[in-house]
């Protein structure tokens, strides 16, 4: 098999693999109302639409003198098809491979259009957070500056289990198919505890 053959096999697989990712990509961001919207999400899928345009030029270009057609732009880009760019068109072609699989991986992820979360959504989840956990601790706190104890305790259950559906709903669903190895959740700083309520037994 001569060079420009690998890089015109190459090229197609590139652009198999990225119009895939592309419509993969922008399937749940146009089911929810979030193509436009969402300009993070609806720009890698042009990204990756538009890369696969390209590689499916080259292959084109590359096959096109066999078929008789192309041949101007073809035949030079065969003679151009040296070891250093069949090697990145290999590889390229390995990364959108890759890419692909790794779906099985994080495919829950990458259900719907939450992959791309924009400006709007760490808003909402700010407030969130601020509304069943800040305020919910200023209750207690309140609560407990006025020696009213048991709406204390209250508001500290309520805030408490607030916090983990949270954290639950931030980490993903208990049965998510997402792989985490050892260690990457580990902490960049250990967590502080008050001396206090640490030295209780």
């Not at 060079?3 to 749940?28: C, E, F, K, L």
């Not at 089911?31 to 639409?49: K, V």
């Not at 289990?161 to 954290?167: K, L, P």
Request: charged letters at 20%; hydrophobic letters at 50%; aromatic letters at 6%.
């Amino acid at each position: 098999m001569e060079m420009w053959q690998v890089a015109a096999a190459a090229n197609v697989v590139v652009t198999v693999a990225y119009v895939a990712i592309s419509v993969a990509i922008a399937r749940p961001l146009l089911r929810e109302g979030q193509l436009g919207p969402n300009r993070l999400g609806t720009a890698t899928a042009a990204i990756f639409f538009t890369c696969a345009v390209g590689h499916a030029a080259h292959a084109i270009h590359l096959i096109g003198p066999s078929l008789g057609i192309e041949e101007a732009a073809g035949i030079p880009m065969r003679a151009g098809a040296t070891w250093p760019h069949v090697f990145w068109e290999v590889f390229t072609a390995g990364i959108g491979v890759y890419y692909w699989s790794l779906r099985r991986t994080y495919g829950p992820l990458m259900k719907g259009a939450k992959l791309f979360e924009d400006i709007k959504e760490r808003q909402r989840q700010a407030l969130e957070i601020n509304d069943n956990i800040v305020q919910g601790l200023f209750v207690a706190q309140t609560a407990l500056e006025l020696n009213e104890r048991e709406i204390s305790e209250e508001a500290l259950r309520s805030t408490l289990e607030s916090a983990r559906q949270i954290i639950s709903d931030l980490l993903g669903e208990a049965n998510s198919e997402v792989a985490l190895g050892p260690g990457e959740l580990v902490r960049k700083q250990a967590a502080e505890v008050p001396a206090r309520a640490a030295a209780r037994p």
